[in-house]
T-cell receptor
Framework: KQEVTQIPAALSVPEGENLVLNCSFTDSAIYNLQWFRQDPGKGLTSLLLIQSSQREQTSGRLNASLDKSSGRSTLYIAASQPGDSATYLC???????????FGGGTRVLVKP | EPEVTQTPSHQVTQMGQEVILRCVPISNHLYFYWYRQILGQKVEFLVS????????KSEIFDDQFSVERPDGSNFTLKIRSTKLEDSAMYFC??????????????????FGDGTRLSIL
């Protein structure tokens, strides 16, 4: 059974600092891995999707890496801004099962 | 940009009552999902739906739950007899069918804003 873990559970940084968010998964036979942003009381906004054959994916200030063999993905957010404050979730998709398995999220606070 | 829409945003129901949560997936998507998030816990998978049938369901999705695509646009989740522990945020998601004949989509899942279900 796939288990997805995100450490730390919470992170506070001053504005301008780079953010590094970690995600680990126990079953490396994933099809892809997706990163989401969740604002309080809101839905999930898809940020990046990395296919199992890719090593990294970039979108603006966001860069996500994937190391399937070690069961890890990292989301980097460059030059953080107060508007980046939110909870960031990673989720692994395994084709056999047709479902996402989510981590518990990292709650990020960027202080002005 | 197209989005997944869910109604209502908040539903309050007495224990034992039936509730129907509604979703309008993105129009060209063929895979549909329901997830839930109990306050302070992880987002959990409930069910996936493709080609008018359930393709996968979790242990949570017991006989009290059902899904339906009654027309070409709506996707509903019904809970027949609600319990206190059904209180959660329920998210609908949809994704595109990957071209090339693959069964499983490799496209991002897009989520709605959720329905907060409160059982009294």
């Amino acid at each position: 059974k796939q288990e997805v873990t995100q450490i730390p559970a919470a992170l506070s940084v001053p504005e301008g600092e780079n953010l590094v968010l970690n995600c680990s998964f126990t079953d490396s036979a994933i099809y892809n891995l997706q990163w989401f942003r969740q604002d309080p009381g809101k839905g999930l906004t898809s940020l990046l999707l990395i296919q199992s054959s890719q090593r990294e994916q970039t979108s603006g200030r966001l860069n996500a890496s994937l190391d399937k063999s070690s069961g890890r993905s990292t989301l980097y957010i460059a030059a953080s801004q107060p508007g980046d404050s939110a909870t960031y979730l990673c989720a692994a998709f395994k084709a056999a099962g047709n479902k996402l398995t989510f981590g518990g999220g990292t709650r990020v606070l960027v202080k002005p | 940009e197209p989005e997944v829409t869910q109604t209502p945003s908040h539903q309050v129901t007495q224990m034992g009552q039936e509730v129907i949560l509604r979703c309008v997936p993105i129009s060209n998507h063929l895979y549909f999902y329901w997830y839930r998030q109990i306050l302070g816990q992880k987002v959990e998978f409930l069910v996936s739906f493709y080609n008018n049938e359930i393709s996968e369901k979790s242990e949570i999705f017991d006989d009290q739950f059902s899904v339906e695509r009654p027309d070409g646009s709506n996707f509903t989740l019904k809970i027949r007899s609600t319990k206190l522990e059904d209180s959660a945020m329920y998210f609908c998601a949809s994704s595109e069918w990957a071209r090339g004949g693959r069964i499983y989509s490799n496209q991002p899942q897009h989520f709605g804003d959720g329905t907060r279900l409160s059982i009294l």
